[in-house]
């Protein structure tokens, strides 16, 4: 446990979270909506510090990231908990926790966990994700921290729902991240996730302005984010503040936790796809291994990535980031030297 980073005190012992745009206000005693923060004695203190769910490591590919460091293989680590309460969550039993579950897990000092990315073969740094790494900050941002000084990469895998203060103290030391967009529509975000979409889309555009490596995700439901107008709004909004060149992944949903729809039907994916190509230049499919993840040069058409599920391979990029072929320069991280 350790005392939380930004929050405030208000009346005699009451704190206010301001991490997330929840903004908690927190009698003692009292957990956030994370259920990772705790009001103790007028102070707000974080539980989840260096308490780990997972430490694994993975191919960048599955964050997922598709433009930073192809092929290369990253330690994931996550936390418990989460600032949300999708009910369609794939890491439920990570997020949707009880507090007193951190009793029952070590602490795992940053130190440690930095070390062993240093000392992983091929490793290209550190990736915050498995549940929403905005809830473990304080542990991420001391990670993140060392990670630079011995001039390794984080990558952050994140819901968004961040407030604007604690999102730039990350900027120095994340060299990317892939934020889950869950939906255009504010109401979505109320019923099914328990937040509200804005603060979601002024993190997306902030990642953008500061010029970090941004991915986006976007899980299709079945009847919940699935309307053709609600695509082309979200699209369109893509495009003008992010960029034609954003790199877009539509993931195909599967039931689990509280959603028992059937999975996605892949027409949908492909659907949507075929609509966002038509403002946007990479776009790919996600747990669909049916379908074409390949990338290729939005000018000429050249294959530039292969991929075979989480397996990448470089083959039409040179060491600058360009087309071989056409020499288009190609959005993305493509060397560590680029960093």
Known sequence: ?????????????????????????????????????????????????GILSSISSDPIEKKPLYHFLPGRPILSIGSFGCNLTCDFCQNCEITQIDPRIFSHHPFRDPEDIVNKAILQHDNIGLAYTYNEPTVYFEYMIRCARLIKEHHFSNVMVTNGYINPGPLDELFPFMDAFNVDLKSFRNLFYQQRSGASLHPVLESIKSIAKAGRHLELTFLIIPDHNDDEKE?????????????????????????????????????????????????????????????????????????????????????????????????????GVFNKEAL
């Open 1 to 49: 446990m350790q005392e939380a980073l930004h929050y405030r005190k208000f009346d005699k012992q009451g704190v206010e979270c301001l991490l997330c745009p929840h903004r908690c206000k927190l009698k003692p005693g009292h957990y956030g909506k994370c259920r990772t923060r705790i009001n103790r004695d007028g102070k707000l203190f974080t539980e989840s510090y």
């Open 231 to 331: 695509w082309q709004e979200m699209i369109k909004w893509i495009s003008d503040h992010c960029g034609r060149s954003t790199i877009l992944h539509v993931s195909r949903y599967y039931p689990y936790y509280k959603m028992d729809k059937p999975p996605t039907p892949l027409s949908t994916i492909e659907g949507f796809m075929e609509l966002a190509r038509e403002q946007i230049d990479y776009v790919y499919p996600g747990n669909t291994p049916q379908l074409d993840n390949h990338t290729y040069c939005p000018a000429c058409g050249n294959l530039l990535i292969e991929r075979f599920l989480y397996d990448a391979r470089v083959s039409g990029i040179d060491p600058d980031g360009n087309c071989t072929e056409c020499k288009q320069k190609i959005v």
